[in-house]
């Protein structure tokens, strides 16, 4: 019994040993651990002790989420309204306990962020709170993520100008908040007034990103985009008769998905001479008209370029280009090629390397969603979307030879003559290429359930990956080496190369 209670005293004594080792480390190694949680998680070390309760307050780092708060619907057998409001409840309340112990001298906030939803009177309280911080504190980057309770599918016409008022009333009674922000991120929005998305883009001068996703006004407009600081700009599945892009110093990355135009992309550049990340992506249907990308893309020097057909017909036309055409794709040093409808002829692809010479990195994804896709034939037939999603091209030159290119990265391989064939139509081309990888069908959380549209053929063992290898090094010396990975196995680098926005 003696020997017994001896051990309790000693793995208590160990214990609070351990606990004395991490209490008598520095504030600043402290803090930079908790910076590493997220805000629920670093709050609750408060409890421990009173030193420990003072340190949240010194996080540089402030991400308070609406989303991460949301607790399961099932579990907690309340209503979407109780379940919103409560989100918001505790945004407000973690927002303004953290901003009101912060020390304004020696505790800067690198950087804030708050996500909460458009709902009530929780925008304000945030708002406020925030713009109040943003008088006293130092606080170099704030972004407001604003959600809506209805996701974009749900939402109708009515739900988008519901949206939009509670939002331009935020805004109005928010504006020393707005002033400050760096980050925007909006969606789901209607606004009655044609020039208000001309108003946020004066009053939030310090914006270095702004997103906007099912956004549009009441009649449709020519939208001016001119911003000193604006780095970052996101137009996803938005309604605007044009977007020109007039005025953009700072502007290196672009990503402008899902447009209703039926002749080219309603978006024009003018001043972007720093433009290098582009994203392209859309729905085509019969009756779009293909895109001469050497046309639109004019006098841009594009460095990393994605272009995304969401499973439907190629919207890109290949081009033969010579002279000053020939320039527009000479700074590209990566290609994203993403929801290539399956069954078709690649070979149009090989364009993107005749006409970048510099290109470095080519990543492709060929398959059919049926979450993203139009399944019912009616509609296909009444929306006029395309029986013929392929394109033909033929090389000018037959025998042209890449230098550059030294990764090519297929997702969604399949060991089918068309995918075989065009692995060896570029291992032939690019004679310095390094490393092919074949990755297996990516796993789709919303295609769940849902039998794919073909049966997947991708090489399991052994000896059908040396089959296959061998059928696609057939007639080329290529030294490359073929990787055949799961999709499990793709690397945190190519998921965020491959990443589509939903």
Same mark, same amino acid.
């Given at each position: 019994m003696a020997k017994s209670s001896r051990r309790r005293r000693a793995a208590k004594l160990q214990k609070g040993s351990r606990d004395d080792r991490i209490s008598s480390l520095p504030n600043d190694i402290l803090v930079n651990i908790l910076d590493r949680l997220d805000v629920r998680d670093a709050v609750r070390t408060s409890v421990l002790s009173r030193r420990w309760s003072q340190l949240p307050a010194m996080l540089p780092q402030l991400r308070i989420n609406a989303q991460d708060i949301l607790p399961s619907k099932i579990k907690t057998g309340m209503s979407d309204d109780e379940l919103v409001r409560m989100s918001n409840a505790v945004v407000i309340k973690a927002t303004k306990?953290?901003?009101?112990?912060?020390?304004?001298?020696?505790?800067?906030?690198?950087?804030? +962020?708050?996500?909460?939803?458009?709902?009530?009177?929780?925008?304000?309280?945030?708002?406020?709170?925030?713009?109040?911080?943003?008088?006293?504190?130092?606080?170099?980057?704030?972004?407001?993520?604003?959600?809506?309770?209805?996701?974009?599918?749900?939402?109708t016409i009515g739900d988008m100008l519901t949206y939009?008022?509670?939002?331009?009333?935020?805004?109005?009674?928010?504006?020393?908040?707005?002033?400050?922000?760096?980050?925007?991120?909006?969606?789901?929005?209607?606004?009655?007034?044609?020039?208000?998305?001309?108003?946020?883009?004066?009053?939030?001068?310090?914006?270095?990103?702004?997103?906007?996703?099912?956004?549009?006004?009441?009649?449709?407009?020519?939208?001016?985009?001119?911003?000193?600081?604006?780095?970052?700009? +996101?137009?996803?599945?938005?309604?605007?008769?044009?977007?020109?892009?007039?005025?953009?110093?700072?502007?290196?990355?672009?990503?402008?998905?899902?447009?209703?135009?039926?002749?080219?992309?309603?978006?024009?550049?003018?001043?972007?001479?720093?433009l290098e990340v582009l994203s392209?992506?859309?729905?085509?249907?019969?009756?779009?008209?293909?895109?001469?990308?050497?046309?639109?893309?004019?006098?841009?020097?594009?460095?990393?370029?994605?272009?995304?057909?969401?499973?439907?017909?190629?919207?890109?036309?290949?081009?033969?280009?010579?002279?000053?055409?020939?320039?527009?794709?000479?700074?590209?040093?990566?290609?994203?090629?993403?929801?290539?409808?399956?069954?078709?002829?690649?070979?149009?692809?090989?364009f993107y390397l005749e006409a970048a010479p510099s290109l470095e990195e080519l990543y492709m994804t060929v398959v059919d969603h049926p979450c993203e896709m139009e399944m019912d034939e009616k509609v296909r037939r009444r929306e006029s979307y395309s029986e013929n999603k392929g394109v033909q091209w033929e090389s000018p030159t037959p025998n042209f030879k890449h230098h550059r290119l030294t990764k090519l990265a297929f997702f969604c391989f399949q060991s089918e003559e068309y995918m075989v064939s065009h692995v060896r139509r570029v291992m032939k081309a690019a004679v310095n290429l390094g490393d092919v990888y074949l990755y297996d069908r990516v796993t789709c959380i919303y295609c769940e359930g849902v039998e794919p549209l073909?049966?997947?053929?991708?090489?399991?063992?052994?000896?059908?990956?040396?089959?296959?290898?061998?059928?696609?090094?057939?007639?080329?010396?290529?030294?490359?080496?073929?990787?055949f990975l799961s999709a499990a196995e793709i690397s945190d680098d190519y998921l965020a190369r491959i990443c589509e926005d939903g």
């Amino acid at each position: 019994m003696a020997k017994s209670s001896r051990r309790r005293r000693a793995a208590k004594l160990q214990k609070g040993s351990r606990d004395d080792r991490i209490s008598s480390l520095p504030n600043d190694i402290l803090v930079n651990i908790l910076d590493r949680l997220d805000v629920r998680d670093a709050v609750r070390t408060s409890v421990l002790s009173r030193r420990w309760s003072q340190l949240p307050a010194m996080l540089p780092q402030l991400r308070i989420n609406a989303q991460d708060i949301l607790p399961s619907k099932i579990k907690t057998g309340m209503s979407d309204d109780e379940l919103v409001r409560m989100s918001n409840a505790v945004v407000i309340k973690a927002t303004k306990s953290i901003l009101a112990r912060r020390d304004p001298v020696e505790c800067t906030i690198r950087f804030f +962020s708050a996500t909460f939803y458009l709902s009530d009177d929780a925008p304000l309280s945030v708002g406020h709170a925030v713009g109040s911080a943003m008088v006293t504190h130092k606080i170099e980057k704030a972004e407001f993520r604003v959600l809506t309770q209805k996701k974009r599918l749900e939402c109708t016409i009515g739900d988008m100008l519901t949206y939009g008022k509670r939002f331009v009333l935020f805004f109005n009674k928010c504006l020393n908040a707005f002033a400050g922000l760096t980050r925007l991120c909006l969606q789901n929005l209607r606004f009655a007034e044609s020039d208000f998305v001309s108003n946020i883009l004066v009053t939030c001068k310090q914006l270095n990103y702004l997103g906007f996703l099912n956004c549009d006004t009441k009649s449709w407009i020519t939208l001016q985009v001119e911003h000193a600081q604006l780095s970052e700009l +996101s137009i996803v599945n938005c309604r605007f008769d044009m977007v020109e892009l007039t005025w953009l110093p700072k502007l290196t990355c672009l990503a402008f998905e899902i447009w209703i135009a039926f002749n080219e992309p309603p978006l024009s550049f003018g001043y972007v001479p720093l433009l290098e990340v582009l994203s392209l992506s859309n729905v085509a249907y019969n009756r779009h008209k293909m895109v001469k990308l050497s046309t639109f893309l004019g006098e841009t020097s594009v460095r990393d370029l994605k272009l995304g057909f969401k499973c439907e017909k190629i919207w890109v036309q290949p081009e033969c280009l010579a002279g000053r055409q020939a320039h527009v794709f000479h700074q590209l040093r990566i290609l994203r090629l993403f929801g290539i409808p399956e069954g078709y002829d690649l070979t149009w692809t090989m364009f993107y390397l005749e006409a970048a010479p510099s290109l470095e990195e080519l990543y492709m994804t060929v398959v059919d969603h049926p979450c993203e896709m139009e399944m019912d034939e009616k509609v296909r037939r009444r929306e006029s979307y395309s029986e013929n999603k392929g394109v033909q091209w033929e090389s000018p030159t037959p025998n042209f030879k890449h230098h550059r290119l030294t990764k090519l990265a297929f997702f969604c391989f399949q060991s089918e003559e068309y995918m075989v064939s065009h692995v060896r139509r570029v291992m032939k081309a690019a004679v310095n290429l390094g490393d092919v990888y074949l990755y297996d069908r990516v796993t789709c959380i919303y295609c769940e359930g849902v039998e794919p549209l073909k049966p997947i053929v991708f090489p399991k063992t052994d000896e059908q990956m040396s089959s296959v290898e061998k059928q696609i090094r057939e007639g080329t010396e290529s030294p490359a080496i073929i990787h055949f990975l799961s999709a499990a196995e793709i690397s945190d680098d190519y998921l965020a190369r491959i990443c589509e926005d939903g």
